[in-house]
């Protein structure tokens, strides 16, 4: 089992920055991608940034490409516990929603640039965090 722990959320003015964190705890030693997913109100939940563990290869949305930066921290990760970042800068109106970490393990994708971004096929969730951007 792995549980993940989302925070730093919050209210911020468009044009500024949050900086969230997840924090996977359990049997993550087999860690392959954390992944960040967003769902605003009365829409499916759609996917932000994902990076793979090893190798810390990285993908985006195009939506937020440019804008918000996925990273792994491996100096707080140990074969139980991981670390991932997702900071975001320019934040817009739009932006606004709940964001959730997500992690899958073992490496089981034939497309991993495909399949990072399809919510379906991750293994564990956390719970999300607020983020609200006004206007």
């Known amino acids: 089992q792995v549980q993940l722990v989302e925070s730093g959320g919050g209210l911020v003015q468009a044009g500024g920055s949050l900086r969230l964190s997840c924090a996977a705890s359990g049997r993550t030693f087999n860690t392959y991608t954390m992944g960040w997913f967003r769902q605003a109100p009365e829409k499916e939940r759609e996917f932000v940034a994902a990076i793979r563990w090893s190798g810390g290869s990285t993908s985006y949305a195009d939506s937020v490409k440019g804008r918000f930066t996925i990273s792994r921290d491996n100096a707080k990760s140990t074969p139980r516990t991981r670390t991932v970042y997702l900071q975001m800068n320019s934040l817009k109106p739009e932006d606004t929603a709940v964001y959730y970490c997500?992690?899958?393990?073992?490496?089981?994708?034939?497309?991993?640039?495909?399949?990072?971004?399809?919510?379906?096929?991750?293994?564990?969730w956390g719970q999300g965090t607020q983020v609200t951007v006004s206007s």
């Open positions: 997500a992690a899958k393990l073992w490496n089981t994708w034939n497309d991993w640039n495909d399949q990072c971004r399809l919510p379906d096929t991750y293994d564990y």
